[in-house]
């Protein structure tokens, strides 16, 4: 029989990484708290149609990285791969946006794309979004939100912001006809990736990673030189924000983002650390977004970060420290009556011991395997009830860890002896 695996892409989290991907969540989810934003959890699954008219027909997600599939009544659904596209249907359905909303929501993203170091095909983000804020204050906020999280996670140093503005639809129309009249001079210069965008998604070819391009655009028309007056003031008021906030940036002309439905501020916190796999969190303006799938006309901004990526950073950093995955205390028994025994005592402990990690030996076993079991589980100390401690009403407390020594403890004094003994 042929072995059944995981789906290529689609990775196990096993629980000696958990406690980074815990300690992430948790850092990201208190700080998000803080800074007033409601957490919103949604579908995974969504109606294909929403992807093609948010991200775009011709983006590279659209075009050759989406899971799509017919489902039993013949609907076309994707799985979603990215947040924004529900997470702005689902205010229009919902009637959120009579007032400002500052929401995030995190979970499995879907690309069909090839494999490599932090890049998968089922990969997690936490997004965040807020909706009905048009001025580059609420800009400034996630980006010095996002900050702060590098700060508390303890790899500020391993990151940094670029930032660009890509201006209003019609701005970006204009640089885009400035852009291809270039380029179509010089169409076999080209990479052929870049060839191919220039008649599908030209701007796209700002951030190509071929030397020859980059240096072919170093002579192209600047979109900063197109900017709108509107996106042009935004963009200075933003620099001024993070300026008087001490937040340092690089202003980067060529920074587009690969969905079509931004607009003006782009952002991206970018490493060194893990490769080609750089990005580690990109976000930006989407003011059209909400009208152009039914909604009434509101500004949106947001950014996602992928969460793959940042664990990375954070083993290879080694900036923050994992919680323990050590047991505090094992619990043996041997015999029917210490078994009884031990299992009604251990429920009383974790009553009173609510925070300890108390593993009990399941499956029976001799007292030398059990024993075996207790000090591979990492616990400082092993809990034994044998026949002589159950007629004595006592437990036999042993020392895993350093000189081992073992104490006869009366059952009614273990809650108190086991707190001084454990802190
Ligand atoms: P990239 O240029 O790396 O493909 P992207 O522009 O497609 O990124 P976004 O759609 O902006 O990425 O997603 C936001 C973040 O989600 C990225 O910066 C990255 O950290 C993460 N991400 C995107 N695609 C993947 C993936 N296939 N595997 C792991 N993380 C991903
Ligand atoms: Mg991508």
Same mark, same amino acid.
Request: glycine share 12%; no cysteine.
């Given at each position: 029989m042929t072995k059944l695996r995981a789906i290529r892409g689609m990775n196990d989290i096993l629980p000696e990484e958990t406690p980074y991907w815990q300690s992430l969540e948790g850092t990201v989810r208190d700080l998000l708290h803080s800074y007033g934003y409601g957490e919103i959890r949604l579908p995974i699954v969504e109606y294909t149609e929403l992807f093609k008219r948010s991200? #775009? $027909?011709?983006t590279d997600i659209v075009e050759k990285e989406m899971y799509t599939f017919a489902d039993r009544n013949d609907e076309s659904l994707t799985? %979603?791969? $990215?947040?924004t596209a529900g997470c702005v249907r689902a205010v229009i359905q919902q009637g959120l946006l009579s007032t400002p909303q500052r929401l995030w929501y995190s979970g499995p993203m879907f690309r069909y794309e090839r494999p490599q170091k932090g890049r998968q095909r089922q990969f997690h983000q936490v997004g965040v979004e807020a909706f009905g804020i048009a001025s580059p204050d609420i800009d400034a906020e996630l980006i010095l939100l996002s900050a702060r999280l590098w700060r508390l996670l303890g790899i500020s140093d391993a990151v940094t912001l670029e930032l660009n503005s890509i201006g209003s639809p019609a701005a970006r129309a204009a640089y885009r006809a400035a852009l291809v009249e270039y380029l179509e001079a010089r169409r $076999? &210069?080209?990479d052929e990736d870049s060839q191919r965008r220039l008649d599908? +998604?030209?701007? %796209?070819i700002l951030d190509s990673k071929n030397a020859d391009t980059q240096a072919l655009l170093d002579d192209a028309p600047s979109l900063a030189n197109y900017l709108d007056e509107e996106s042009q003031a935004d963009f200075a008021r933003l620099c001024a924000l993070l300026d008087a906030a001490g937040q340092s940036y690089r202003v980067n002309p060529r920074l587009v983002r690969?969905? !079509?439905?931004? +607009?003006k501020t782009v952002f991206e916190w970018v490493t060194d650390r893990l490769g080609a796999q750089g990005t580690v969190c990109a976000g930006g303006r989407y003011d059209g977004l909400v009208e152009q799938l039914g909604g009434k006309a509101t500004p949106g901004i947001g950014f996602a970060m992928g969460l793959e990526r940042l664990v990375l950073l954070l083993s290879e950093t080694g900036a923050a420290v994992p919680l @323990? &995955? !050590? @047991? !505090?205390l094992y619990v043996v028994s041997v015999g029917a009556a210490a078994e009884l025994e031990a299992v009604a005592r251990t429920e009383a402990l974790r009553d009173i011991l609510p925070e300890r990690r108390i593993v009990l030996n399941a499956g029976g076993g001799s007292f030398k395997s059990q024993m075996k079991k207790a000090d591979k589980s990492g616990a400082r100390l092993a809990l034994i009830w044998g026949e002589d401690e159950v007629s004595q009403g006592t437990c036999a407390v042993k020392s895993? %860890? #350093?000189?081992g020594g073992q104490q006869s403890v009366a059952v009614q004094d273990l809650p108190e002896y086991l707190r001084a003994a454990l802190v």
């Open positions: 991200i #775009g $027909e011709v799985l %979603r791969p $990215e947040g $076999e &210069q080209l599908s +998604n030209p701007l %796209r690969g969905l !079509d439905y931004y +607009n @323990a &995955q !050590d @047991a !505090d895993l %860890r #350093g000189e």
